[in-house]
């Protein structure tokens, strides 16, 4: 007599987060039926993460919330760049106080940059985590085959060859029920699943001491640069608040910029500052900022520490770790939840390849040979920005080792002809170009590679990048992500890479790859694999490369091929055309797929 369970679903899904719900609605979207369980009552009321990436809203957008997030998002006009200032003080704009020190760009600003507009049809967007997770709830419980129970806890999971036994707790019933599960996504930001399967972590688990408050409070009086999204203030008449400034990100609603209702404010604690827990945070505010009479309304404050902590596996049996459970990143440069939405991507479309039989328990496996390694550097990337912030306090000549004149002083170079002006704020563009590593990461959160079993190498070598951070350079070698370009189908335009959209690999061939495309339809219908296959090309074609930027970055000649994976990233690349493309195509699906051949 088999088991009886209380709920017996394909995957369950520990945490009700960003990575959470992003396997909910994808898993959904692939035809895979999950149940979510989170032991909060409510998604998160920190807005602690806010810079979703174009890799992320291509992710989005192929789950079709994209357009909600784009919605919701900070205009782009609103969302140009990062700026440095002085503290207000008491005077408002006089010629002392709340004055623009200087302004960088950051994360395409806005969509304006060309390099951002080239890789992408997708702008990278600014959504507060408060104001992105009820939207991907909302989507998640429309979605066909998704159960969505928040206020339920997993309290213990067992594993055996078939799959995995959880128990879970209705926190407000107190009663527990079993769920038995082909898989366990762990989303739980390592609180419970980590441990349960014996996962080790490792990193720094306490860097620096950080405090964010969200708060409603008017701060028009002091701006009056509405392209501005994140502000840096260093307040010279209190020194002891100039080792990290305080930092605003303006949150909307329904103003932005400088008129915006709600904003979000990061402080920074050195290791031997006083504990902001002992600490009159709005006093610290009022000092920081400059503003004698400053009296917001708080909504919500948090303390938490920076860390740096990586787990040394995101597989352990039946159960995958993914975001914060798997890796938690410094938030300098917002690659944290990008990671995370990231980690869904890449994972869901195997679960849902294995459970459908088309791929073999192998290609599981390249979740974390893949995922681990983009984790690490992005870590390694996040740290390196972090300790850039430790220079802006010199960078600007200001110190709480100086005093009020002095800090003053420092400051007046940036506005002022005065000797030693010309130095500082050159000293000041140089630090600028330091922290690009943290703003325009643009090779870090979109440009990443994978080398697995899941990647059919060609045999070339790999491209030594110009700049590994800052410079994305598309290409179509295998384990890089499709280049993006716009092509046109029966009079209208559309993105090459929504080909893969919901699950399916795509073959793009030359103009002249008629054999690769007869070749893969074959194949795709004898082992039921969703895909899509053109012929794309200027003067023919079956998708016309209307502004050559395929022809550009394509790398194949008219009789090549590229296979592109649902997750988007090229699997298999043949640059000319070959005797026998079926076999060869056949031995790629086999490989990427880990499944025999026939």
């Given at each position: 007599?088999?088991?009886?369970?209380?709920?017996?679903?394909?995957?369950?899904?520990?945490?009700?987060?960003?990575?959470?719900?992003?396997?909910?609605?994808?898993?959904?979207?692939?035809?895979?039926?999950?149940?979510l369980?989170?032991?909060?009552?409510?998604?998160?009321?920190?807005?602690?993460?806010?810079?979703?990436?174009?890799?992320?809203?291509?992710?989005?957008?192929?789950?079709?919330?994209?357009?909600?997030?784009?919605?919701?998002?900070?205009?782009?006009?609103?969302c140009?760049?990062?700026?440095?200032?002085?503290?207000?003080?008491?005077g408002?704009?006089?010629?002392?106080?709340?004055r623009r020190?200087?302004?960088?760009?950051?994360?395409?600003?806005?969509?304006t940059?060309?390099?951002?507009?080239?890789?992408?049809?997708?702008?990278a967007?600014n959504?507060?985590q408060?104001?992105?997770?009820?939207?991907?709830?909302?989507?998640?419980?429309?979605?066909?085959g998704?159960?969505?129970?928040?206020?339920?806890?997993?309290?213990?999971?067992?594993?055996?060859?078939?799959?995995?036994?959880?128990?879970?707790?209705?926190?407000?019933?107190n009663?527990?029920?079993?769920?038995?599960?082909?898989y366990?996504?762990?989303?739980?930001?390592?609180?419970?699943?980590?441990?349960?399967?014996?996962?080790?972590?490792?990193?720094a688990?306490?860097?620096?001491?950080?405090?964010?408050?969200?708060?409603?409070?008017?701060?028009?009086q002091?701006?009056?640069?509405?392209?501005?999204?994140?502000?840096?203030?260093?307040?010279?008449?209190?020194?002891?608040?100039?080792?990290?400034?305080?930092?605003?990100?303006?949150?909307?609603?329904?103003?932005?910029?400088?008129?915006?209702?709600?904003?979000?404010?990061?402080?920074?604690?050195?290791?031997?500052?006083?504990?902001?827990a002992?600490?009159?945070?709005?006093?610290?505010?009022?000092?920081?900022?400059?503003?004698?009479?400053?009296?917001?309304?708080?909504?919500?404050?948090?303390?938490?520490?920076?860390?740096?902590?990586?787990?040394?596996?995101?597989?352990?049996?039946?159960?995958?770790?993914?975001?914060?459970?798997?890796?938690?990143?410094?938030?300098?440069?917002?690659?944290?939840?990008?990671?995370?939405?990231?980690?869904?991507?890449?994972?869901?479309?195997?679960?849902?390849?294995v459970?459908?039989?088309?791929?073999?328990?192998?290609?599981?496996?390249?979740y974390?040979?893949?995922?681990?390694a983009?984790?690490?550097?992005n870590?390694?990337?996040?740290?390196?920005?972090?300790?850039?912030l430790?220079k802006?306090?010199?960078?600007?000549?200001?110190?709480?080792?100086?005093?009020?004149?002095e800090?003053?002083?420092?400051?007046?170079?940036?506005?002022?002809d005065r000797?030693?002006?010309?130095?500082?704020?050159?000293?000041?563009?140089?630090?600028?170009g330091?922290?690009?590593?943290?703003?325009?990461?643009?090779?870090t959160?979109?440009?990443?590679?994978?080398?697995?079993?899941?990647?059919?190498?060609?045999?070339?070598?790999?491209?030594?990048?110009?700049d590994?951070?800052?410079?994305?350079?598309?290409?179509?070698r295998?384990?890089?992500?499709?280049?993006?370009?716009w092509?046109l189908?029966?009079?209208?335009?559309?993105?090459?890479?929504?080909?893969?959209?919901?699950?399916?690999?795509?073959?793009?061939?030359?103009?002249?790859?008629?054999?690769?495309?007869?070749?893969?339809?074959?194949?795709?219908?004898e082992?039921?694999?969703?895909?899509?296959?053109?012929?794309?090309?200027?003067?023919?074609?079956?998708?016309?490369?209307?502004?050559?930027?395929?022809?550009?970055?394509?790398?194949?000649?008219?009789?090549?091929?590229?296979?592109?994976r649902p997750?988007?990233?090229?699997?298999?690349?043949?640059i000319?055309?070959?005797?026998?493309?079926?076999?060869?195509?056949?031995?790629?699906?086999?490989?990427?797929?880990?499944?025999?051949m026939?």
């Amino acid at each position: 007599m088999s088991e009886k369970f209380d709920v017996e679903i394909p995957v369950l899904i520990v945490g009700g987060g960003g990575a959470g719900l992003t396997c909910s609605i994808l898993l959904s979207n692939l035809g895979v039926p999950s149940l979510l369980v989170s032991r909060l009552p409510e998604t998160s009321r920190m807005p602690k993460a806010h810079i979703l990436n174009q890799r992320s809203m291509e992710v989005f957008t192929d789950s079709g919330v994209g357009s909600v997030i784009l919605a919701r998002g900070t205009p782009p006009e609103n969302c140009m760049g990062f700026a440095w200032y002085s503290g207000f003080g008491s005077g408002g704009r006089d010629t002392s106080h709340g004055r623009r020190l200087a302004f960088a760009e950051c994360w395409g600003a806005g969509y304006t940059d060309p390099d951002y507009i080239a890789a992408s049809p997708c702008a990278a967007i600014n959504l507060p985590q408060i104001r992105l997770e009820p939207i991907l709830k909302a989507r998640a419980e429309q979605s066909p085959g998704a159960l969505i129970r928040f206020n339920h806890e997993l309290i213990d999971l067992k594993q055996d060859a078939d799959g995995v036994t959880a128990t879970v707790l209705n926190r407000e019933s107190n009663e527990t029920y079993r769920v038995r599960s082909s898989y366990l996504i762990g989303a739980d930001g390592g609180r419970t699943v980590g441990d349960l399967v014996g996962v080790k972590i490792g990193g720094a688990a306490k860097i620096r001491k950080m405090v964010m408050v969200h708060m409603s409070a008017d701060l028009s009086q002091y701006f009056d640069d509405p392209d501005v999204e994140f502000r840096f203030v260093f307040n010279p008449e209190h020194p002891e608040h100039l080792h990290f400034g305080i930092t605003l990100l303006a949150m909307g609603p329904n103003q932005w910029g400088y008129k915006s209702e709600e904003w979000s404010v990061n402080m920074s604690f050195a290791p031997n500052d006083p504990e902001p827990a002992d600490m009159d945070i709005v006093k610290w505010m009022r000092e920081a900022l400059g503003i004698a009479d400053f009296n917001p309304t708080i909504h919500y404050k948090a303390e938490w520490w920076m860390e740096s902590i990586l787990a040394e596996e995101f597989r352990a049996g039946r159960v995958f770790l993914v975001g914060d459970a798997a890796h938690r990143v410094p938030p300098t440069g917002g690659l944290g939840l990008n990671t995370a939405i990231q980690d869904a991507h890449n994972l869901c479309w195997k679960i849902a390849a294995v459970l459908a039989r088309r791929a073999g328990d192998g290609l599981l496996d390249t979740y974390h040979t893949e995922r681990r390694a983009v984790a690490a550097n992005n870590i390694d990337t996040a740290v390196r920005a972090a300790k850039n912030l430790e220079k802006m306090g010199p960078a600007l000549g200001v110190s709480r080792d100086k005093s009020v004149e002095e800090n003053r002083a420092a400051l007046r170079l940036f506005w002022e002809d005065r000797p030693g002006s010309t130095e500082r704020r050159q000293a000041f563009s140089t630090y600028i170009g330091q922290r690009t590593i943290e703003y325009r990461q643009h090779n870090t959160d979109f440009g990443y590679t994978y080398d697995s079993a899941a990647i059919v190498s060609d045999g070339t070598p790999a491209p030594v990048p110009l700049d590994s951070v800052r410079l994305y350079e598309p290409n179509t070698r295998p384990g890089h992500p499709l280049p993006h370009a716009w092509v046109l189908r029966a009079g209208e335009r559309m993105a090459l890479g929504s080909l893969v959209h919901n699950g399916h690999f795509a073959l793009i061939a030359g103009e002249n790859g008629q054999a690769w495309v007869k070749a893969v339809e074959t194949l795709s219908a004898e082992r039921g694999i969703p895909l899509r296959a053109v012929r794309v090309g200027v003067d023919e074609g079956d998708l016309a490369d209307i502004r050559l930027a395929w022809l550009k970055n394509r790398k194949i000649t008219s009789k090549g091929a590229v296979l592109v994976r649902p997750d988007g990233y090229i699997a298999f690349r043949s640059i000319h055309a070959v005797d026998d493309p079926y076999a060869m195509l056949a031995a790629a699906f086999s490989q990427i797929l880990s499944t025999p051949m026939d």
